[in-house]
């Protein structure tokens, strides 16, 4: 996959999304306190459906788009963007099955997997403290995370690592030397990205195979 292939994807991807709903919004700093919800209210509630914050989805795909050519303004074109296919980690989160999935155990998957990033977007941190790019990113998985846990029946089932396997997973890939640290990197937040996007798109699938038309 070329890296306008990559961009174009995410670009297709959520914009089939934002489309939906009108939006003029600017991309806004993180709220120092996540909005309050009324946990009243029912499931079948759509006023604040799942993931429905535009802004949001319009900085997964500025920041996307700022990774890459972060990535190709570091390496001066001389490492293609799409080789971070070569340095993705094993065992990465699964995102949600194409079909015959309930609504909670999607959006247990994707918390699941949004909080084994949060762990490995540590690593990022290793190779590029104070990075504009990985803050970005971290108050993206921290919104989506928060976002999808009120609308889950039982968020307390959402677990994250433990110390020590937050540990040993951090050294694993700390073993490498200093040019794969850094693709290893700059690969985590690829897939992290590849990650919200494909869990948005399952979620709105579901939706419209239920009659409901997706609400972005």
């Not at 995410?10 to 806004?28: M, Y």
């Not at 949001?56 to 490492?79: G, M, P």
């Not at 976002?147 to 050294?171: G, H």
């Amino acid at each position: 996959m070329t890296s306008e292939t990559y961009v174009q994807i995410l670009a297709v991807g959520l914009l089939a999304f934002l489309v939906l709903r009108a939006s003029g919004a600017p991309l806004t700093e993180a709220p120092a306190v996540f909005p309050s919800t009324d946990t009243s209210s029912e499931e079948e509630t759509e006023s604040s459906e799942l993931l429905s914050s535009s802004d949001v989805w319009e900085s997964v795909l500025a920041t996307a788009k700022d990774h890459q050519k972060s990535f190709e303004d570091e390496f001066q074109n001389n490492v293609e963007f799409h080789l971070l296919e070569d340095y993705k980690i094993s065992h990465l989160p699964a995102n949600c099955p194409s079909s015959n999935f309930s609504k909670e155990s999607c959006l247990h998957r994707l918390a699941k997997g949004l909080s084994f990033y949060t762990s490995l977007l540590k690593q990022v941190e290793k190779e590029y403290p104070g990075s504009r790019i990985l803050s970005e990113a971290k108050r993206n998985t921290e919104l989506l995370l928060w976002n999808i846990k009120q609308k889950m029946k039982k968020p307390e089932e959402v677990t994250s690592l433990s110390s020590s396997q937050e540990k040993s997973l951090l050294e694993s890939l700390d073993k490498a030397d200093a040019f794969q640290r850094k693709m290893t990197a700059h690969s985590i937040l690829r897939q992290l990205y590849v990650f919200m996007v494909d869990g948005k798109r399952a979620l709105s699938r579901r939706d419209r195979r239920r009659g409901r038309p997706a609400k972005v």
